[in-house]
T-cell receptor, first 114, second 117 residues
């Protein structure tokens, strides 16, 4: 899997948008960008994923640059419960041997402050 | 959404004993499950890939004789930590890959906290 780099930590004020960047400059054409978050002592929680188009769901928006070398996860109105470690992962999707195999980087610790 | 469970959620065992952790996909079939280990303040590290009906594939540096993986059915994989030592104390997380046609998404379990005394 391609390596991703994320800032180690970020702060965000409650109610404001949290923008979490991720660099994945070696992403290959068949790899998707996935975002997960992990709240202390829990398993990772899926947030969103995309290939090359911007995506939005009830939790967040994902903006992927045209060259696919970086992306940004946007939490539009951060709450205290969004405090967590956020992981950006690139991996294959489909039936290949490596599909579904996630390699985690260090992630970004997001702290939402009142 | 798809749910993956782990049992137990936490376990304390004495050094030298073995501990079995179960990972179940509750509402989907998973031909592939992944086992991760996470030490405090560190990221998840992939230990092995478990394939139903075949031998697991271990990542470099992971002792296959110490971490026994069995994936006997499409909904259950087990990880047995044999002759556990305090350095094996960690948070163990499994994930399961949905084999449904064109799905192949990955879902994570809640994790199992192992403490070896």
């Amino acid at each position: 899997d391609a390596k991703t780099t994320q800032p180690p930590s970020m702060d965000c004020a409650e109610g404001r948008a949290a923008n979490l960047p991720c660099n994945h400059s070696t992403i290959s054409g068949n790899e998707y960008v996935y975002w997960y978050r992990q709240i202390h002592s829990q398993g990772p929680q899926y947030i969103i994923h995309g290939l090359k188009n911007n995506e939005t769901n009830e939790m967040a928006s994902l903006i992927i640059t045209e060259d696919r070398k970086s992306s940004t996860l946007i939490l539009p109105h951060a709450t205290l419960r969004d405090t967590a470690v956020y992981y950006c992962i690139v991996r294959e999707r489909g039936s290949g041997t490596n599909a579904g195999k996630s390699t985690f980087g260090d992630g970004t610790t997001l702290t939402v402050k009142p | 959404g798809a749910v993956v469970s782990q049992h137990p959620s936490w376990v304390i065992c004495k050094s030298g004993t073995s501990v079995k952790i179960e990972c179940r996909s509750l509402d989907f079939q998973a031909t592939t499950m992944f086992w991760y280990r996470q030490f405090p303040k560190q990221s998840l590290m992939l230990m092995a890939t478990s394939n139903e009906g075949s031998k697991a594939t271990y990542e470099q540096g992971v002792e296959k004789d110490k971490f026994l993986i069995n994936h006997a059915s499409l909904t259950l994989s087990t990880l047995t930590v044999t002759s556990a030592h305090p350095e094996d104390s960690s948070f163990y997380i499994c994930s399961a890959r949905d084999r449904a046609l064109f799905a192949y998404e990955q879902y994570f379990g809640p994790g199992t906290r192992l403490t070896v005394t």
